[in-house]
C-alpha cells in the first residue's frame, strides 16, 4: 500500500467518523423534536377544544359544531376532573376507546394493546398521547388527547435518508479531497525521489532544492544533502587514493622493468659481473612494492573495523621501550631525544595497533629532525585520558599542509620522503588506529617552528 492511500485512508477514516458522529447527535435532537412539538401541539389543541366547549355548550351537542372544532385527526376524551363524567369524545376516540392515562402523563399508545373491546378488521392507527388537566371558567378537567404518528414517522425516515445520503455524499466528497491532499503533501517527496534518482557518480555535485525551512521536507532534504556531501568526499577520497596509489606503484614497477631490460641487453663478462647490482636494486624495489601493498591492507582493515576485544595496555612501558630503540638512532643523526614519562599511563586497546601507531609517529619526527635537531616525548596522565606529545625541531609545515597531513600520501618535506622511502600513509593510519581506541589526534606546526603531534586516549 502507497503512502499516498494510506494518507487518503487516514482522511476519508477520520472524516467518515467525525461525519457519523455529527449525524447522529443531529438525528437524535432532530427525533426528539418533533416528539415535543407534537406535545405542545396536543396540549394547546385541547386546551382550545375545553376553551370552545365551555364558552359554547351547543358546540359539542350538534355535528356541525363538531366539525367546526377542526378535530377529526384527534383522539379527543375530555372529563370532568371532579366525577370523571364524560362531557366530549372526538369521533376517532368513539372508533377506539382506550383506557385512561394518569394525568400529566406522555405516552405512545398502541390501540391493540390497551383497548376496552375487541378492534375493527382495520389496523388502529399507533398515537401519540398525552393527558392533562385544564382550569377554565372556575371548573376543572381532565384532557386525554393523541394523534395518530404516521406521518410523524414518515418525517423521522425522510430525515433518516437524508443524513445517510449526506454521509455518502460527504465520504465521497472526502475521497476525492484527500487524494488531491495526499497528492499535494507527497510532491516534494516525488520531486526529491526524482531529483536523487538522477545523481550519479557523474553529477554527485548536485544537490536537492530546500524548501520551505522548519518543515520536515526540508528536513529531509538536508539529510539527503548531507549523506550526498559524505558520498562525494568518499568517492573523491576514493580516487584520489587510487590516483596516489598508481603513482606510487609506477615508479618501482619502471625501475624494475628497467633493470630487467639491462639484465637481458647484456652479453659481456663485464655485463655480466653487474648482474647482481641490478638484482639489487629490484629486490629494494620489491621491497618498496611489499611495503606499499602492506600499508594500503593496514589501512583498509582499520576504515572497516568497528572495534576489537581490548586489553588493558601499559603505554608507559610500551612508549619506553620504543625510546629506548629509537635513541640508538637518534644518536647516529646527531639528534637529542628526551623523554619524560610518568608511569601507569594505562589504557585499553590493542597493543600491536598501538605499538605501530607510535612507531609511525616517532619514526616520522627522526625522519624529519635535521643533525644537531631535538625531539622530546612525553607522556602524562591527566582525569580521563593519558596524553602523549612528541615534538621535533625541523623546517615544519605550513597552516595549509597542517589540515593535510593525515590525507593519504601526503608528505609535506617530499625530498626527504623520498630519500627515506615514505608514502604518506603512516600519519593516516595512525589518526585511524586512535580513532579506533575512541582517541583523538592533533598536529601543529609551523615553517621553520617545532612541530607537535598529540595523542589523547580514554584511561583505563
Known sequence: MTVQTRIMLFIVGSGFLASLLFSLVVFYEMVEQPFNLLDTVLHEEGTRVVRSLVDSPETS?????????????????????????L????????????????????????PQIIQEQPLSKTTPPVLRMTSF??????????????????????EIGEVVYGLLAGLIFSTLVLCAV?????????????????????????????????QEPGDEISELARTINHMLDRL????????????????????????????????????????????????????????????LVKDQLTLSSLETMTGGKWNPVDLST???????????????????????????????????????????????????????????????????TVVITVANTGAGLDEAECKEVFDPFFRGEKSRALEFGGFGLGLTIVKKIIELHQGSITFSSGLEQRTTVMLRLPRL
Open 61 to 85: 351537542m350538534t355535528e356541525r359544531g363538531r366539525q367546526n372544532l377542526g378535530i377529526d385527526q384527534y383522539w379527543i376524551e375530555i372529563r370532568g376532573a371532579a366525577n370523571n363524567s
Open 87 to 110: 362531557i366530549f369524545r372526538s369521533k376517532l376516540a368513539e372508533d377506539i376507546p382506550l383506557v385512561a392515562l394518569p394525568s400529566g402523563s406522555v405516552a405512545i399508545v398502541h
Open 133 to 154: 388537566l385544564v382550569e377554565r371558567a372556575g371548573q376543572h378537567f381532565r384532557v386525554q388527547i393523541g394523534r395518530p404518528m404516521e406521518k410523524l414517522h414518515e
Open 178 to 210: 484527500s487524494r488531491w491532499v495526499a497528492k499535494k503533501i507527497l510532491q516534494p517527496v516525488q520531486h526529491i525521489k526524482d531529483l536523487a534518482r538522477d545523481i550519479s557518480e557523474q553529477n554527485l555535485s548536485r544537490r536537492i532544492p530546500l
Open 232 to 291: 562525494q568526499h568518499s568517492f573523491n577520497r576514493q580516487r584520489t587514493f587510487l590516483y596516489a596509489t598508481s603513482h606510487e606503484l609506477k615508479t618501482p614497477l619502471a625501475s624494475i622493468r628497467l633493470a630487467i631490460d639491462e639484465i637481458l641487453s647484456r652479453e659481456t663478462a663485464e655485463g655480466l659481473a653487474l648482474v647482481q647490482e641490478d638484482f639489487l636494486r629490484i629486490s629494494q624495489q620489491s621491497f618498496r612494492l611489499e611495503r
Open 318 to 384: 610500551l612508549l619506553g621501550s620504543l625510546v629506548e630503540e629509537f635513541s640508538l638512532l637518534a644518536e647516529e643523526g646527531s639528534i637529542a631525544m628526551q623523554a619524560m614519562i610518568e608511569p601507569d599511563c594505562v589504557v585499553q586497546g590493542d597493543e600491536g595497533k598501538l605499538q605501530r601507531a607510535l612507531i609511525n609517529i616517532l619514526d616520522n619526527a627522526l625522519k624529519f629532525t635535521r643533525k644537531e635537531g631535538q625531539i622530546e616525548i612525553s607522556a602524562a596522565l591527566r582525569t580521563d
